[in-house]
């Protein structure tokens, strides 16, 4: 019998999805509304997977697999999300995530998925399979920041002049100047507010 977790705080769709898997022959399904209720049972249970909602009233999806991969590293976690969103995703997997179900999938689709994560395999929806190896590729073709460029990078996001960067770095004006222009033309954008948020979007500044 293979014990499953999942986490929803929409208690119509938490009781629909429960309902479901437990006709299924093999499973046994725990439903919880909060994350605090699902990480006391992971501490007393033996859960081979959980599958959690990407908005939560109190937090998110990404922070609670965060938390449940820290405390419980095998336990296999999945996203049942209808966020359709290729950096989320992203951000899921390379948090721990071992897959992300969209929720408008088919019942086979979705048990394909689920058998997959019991498994110990990705377990990913075919829309989020494309989205996510869109994701891949965007972050593969990024070039990669120096850490002076990460430095001045970071300034420039919060506001400070390229005579202030260059007073709290010990440089010339000049060369601060030439690091900006040299972002520009790395990263293909035409301004540093495009840069920024660029940056910023895929997780470049560690912020």
Not at 21 to 31: C, T
Not at 37 to 55: G, N
Not at 141 to 156: A, F, G
């Amino acid at each position: 019998m293979k014990i499953i977790a999942i986490l929803d705080d929409h208690p119509l769709l938490l009781e629909g999805v429960t309902s479901f898997l437990n006709n299924q022959n093999g499973y046994k399904v725990y439903s919880f509304l909060e994350e605090v209720s699902l990480i006391e049972f992971l501490d007393c249970t033996r859960v081979d997977l959980v599958l959690m909602d990407m908005q939560l009233v109190n937090t998110s999806g990404l922070d609670v697999c965060l938390q449940v991969k820290k405390l419980f590293p095998m336990i296999p976690v999945i996203a049942l999300s209808n966020l359709a969103d290729r950096n989320l995703i992203f951000q899921f997997m390379q948090n721990g995530g071992n897959g992300y179900i969209l929720k408008d999938v088919s019942n086979g689709e979705f048990l394909r998925c689920v058998k997959l994560g019991l498994n110990g395999k990705e377990a990913l929806c075919d829309k989020a399979k494309d989205l996510y190896a869109g994701a891949v590729t965007s972050m593969e073709d990024l070039p990669h920041l120096t850490r002076r460029e990460k430095e001045i990078l970071i300034m420039i996001s919060n506001g400070h002049t390229s005579n202030q960067i260059a007073e709290k770095l010990f440089l010339s004006p000049v060369t601060v100047e030439t690091h900006r222009r040299n972002l520009l033309t790395k990263f293909k954008v035409k301004n540093m507010v495009e840069l920024v948020q660029l940056a910023l979007k895929h997780k470049l500044l560690g912020l």
